[in-house]
């Protein structure tokens, strides 16, 4: 295509320009593994420090289920990059495609004591702890990282995605209700907490929640729609 063409000029008047090779890799990433391969082998080749690159091996060593060469980069990316949220993740992904599970979890945990919004990394951990009593202390887990880490209000969304089934529907909603009283200066606790009152039926509650949310964020299009699905979900017309 067009902007394909226009990339790849981009690229000889620049060949090591990181930006424009990252964005060659991520739309090669979308095409097929091979050109996906050849994208990071020419990334690597110039930057044979940088963790992105070994993580985005590592992701697809595992498409392609080489799973030795997986845990090779991913590795590699948390020796260059131990401070990044994606270098633990990843690694815990794989070890977890691996069906290492025990050593998957400390990675993932690590994940989100860095970044509790990281969602991949949670949904793994989750997937990597299929027992009824590990995946609640999980949750539990990410529960505190996301008060400790204070501005994490979009991983209430991952949280409420992965407490259904796991956690009492009651428990759920009353979380969510403490993060909203106590964070009132963010929008997503507020957006979290009517979501769920909808799921359970509970309009009432939820047009209360979101009337106060819209009053303290009005300029937040997200509470909008929660306040459409409402709408929807209990049949109203207008």
């Known amino acids: 295509t067009a902007v394909r063409a226009h990339l790849a000029a981009q690229l000889e008047r620049c060949p090591r320009h990181h930006g424009l090779l990252r964005l060659q890799v991520e739309w090669a990433r979308a ?5 996906a391969a050849a994208a ?3 990334m690597l ?5 940088d963790a ?32 990044a949220p994606a270098s633990p993740g990843v690694l815990g992904y794989v ?26 990394a949670a949904h793994n951990l989750l997937a990597a702890s299929p027992g009824e009593a ?6 539990d ?17 991952t949280y409420r995605t992965l407490a259904r089934g796991r ?3 009651a428990e759920t909603l009353a979380e969510l209700k403490r993060f909203a009283e106590a964070r009132t200066d963010l929008w997503q606790p507020f957006s979290a907490l009517a979501l769920e009152a909808i799921d359970q039926g509970r309009f009432a509650e939820a047009e209360d929640v979101l009337n106060e949310a819209l009053r303290r964020f009005p300029l937040i299009l997200a509470l909008r729609l929660d306040l459409a699905l409402l709408a929807r979900r209990r049949g109203d017309p207008e």
Do not use: K, M, N
């Open 52 to 83: 992105w690159t070994r993580r985005e091996r590592a992701l697809l060593a595992v498409e392609r289920q080489s799973l030795d060469v997986a845990l090779d980069e991913a590795r590699q990316a948390l020796a260059l990059e131990p401070w």
């Open 141 to 157: 887990f990410l529960l505190a990282q996301i008060e400790r880490q204070g501005q994490a209000g979009d991983a209430l969304f």
């Open 95 to 120: 070890l977890t495609e691996a069906g290492r599970l025990e050593e998957a979890r400390p990675l993932l945990r690590r994940a989100l004591e860095l970044a509790a919004d990281y969602g991949s």
């Open 134 to 139: 590990e995946g609640r202390a999980e949750l």
């Open 167 to 169: 956690v009492p529907p």
């Open 45 to 49: 080749a110039l930057y044979p420090g």
């Open 40 to 42: 990071l082998d020419r």
């Open 31 to 35: 095409q097929d593994h091979e050109s």
